[in-house]
């Protein structure tokens, strides 16, 4: 049973691009989380969203970021315009029904380098 | 507010016991984690404390939780080199929100 996916493991980008991270959740698992940690820092919760639905989007920053967890697929973690203080791992969590405390188990994250 | 605190740094040698501690300010945490993080790698959760429970065992981990001082430790016995890791206790709250919010992590060093 494949644990949570995330790929690229290691992204680089120049200011003004645009980076895609992507996750897939781990087998029956709808729910999913973001959360991004800055060098030294702890993780800090982006979105949650299940299925075609965005849940709660509280901790995404106004611009330039947006999220999805299509019908099939995997839920894609969108930056646009990226700048320097973007760089940061990305880590995906999921788990299986949403329930309040429900464990979250998280993937291996995606270290994106913005230069 | 939500806020989770731990300390920095701990450092220890292999086959002693280690204690990590961390303070939470939102009493109405229901679940509150513990995951281990290893260099470049994402996160694994190690044990989990419910609320209404003061004290967890699982093998070499001990979870103690003060509720009303808002505190839990970790306590990992016989230390090994392979211990070492960053750790981070999280917290969730009865709000029904499901965001964990996490400390800032604490770096164990295992000295041979």
């Known amino acids: 049973n494949a644990g949570v996916m995330q790929n690229p493991r290691h992204l680089v980008r120049r200011r003004g691009q645009e980076a895609r991270l992507r996750c897939s959740p781990m087998?029956?698992?709808?729910?999913v989380y973001w959360y991004r940690q800055l060098p030294e820092e702890g993780l800090k919760f982006m979105v949650y969203?299940?299925?075609?639905?965005?849940?709660?989007e509280s901790g995404m920053p106004k611009e330039r970021f947006s999220a999805e967890f299509p019908k099939e697929g995997p839920s894609i973690l969108r930056i646009q315009q990226v700048v320097r203080g973007d760089s940061a791992a990305y880590f995906c969590?999921?788990?299986?029904?949403?329930?309040?405390?429900?464990?979250?188990?998280f993937g291996p994250g995606t270290r994106l380098l913005v230069l | 507010g939500e806020d989770v605190e731990q300390s920095l740094f701990l450092s220890v040698r292999e086959g002693d016991s280690s204690v990590i501690n961390c303070t939470y300010t939102d009493s109405s945490s229901t679940y509150l984690y513990w995951y281990k993080q290893e260099p470049g790698a994402g996160l694994q959760l190690l044990t989990y404390?419910?609320?209404?429970?003061d004290m967890k065992q699982d093998q070499r981990l001990t979870v103690l939780l003060n509720k009303k001082d808002k505190h839990l430790s970790l306590r990992i016995a016989d230390t090994q080199t392979g211990d070492s890791a960053i750790y981070f206790c999280a917290e969730s709250m009865d709000t029904g929100r499901r965001a964990l919010t996490f400390g800032s992590g604490t770096r164990l060093q295992v000295q041979p």
């Open positions: 969203l299940q299925k075609e639905n965005i849940i709660d």
């Open positions: 969590a999921s788990s299986p029904t949403g329930t309040p405390q429900e464990t979250q188990y």
């Open positions: 087998k029956g698992h709808s729910h």
């Open positions: 404390i419910f609320s209404n429970m």
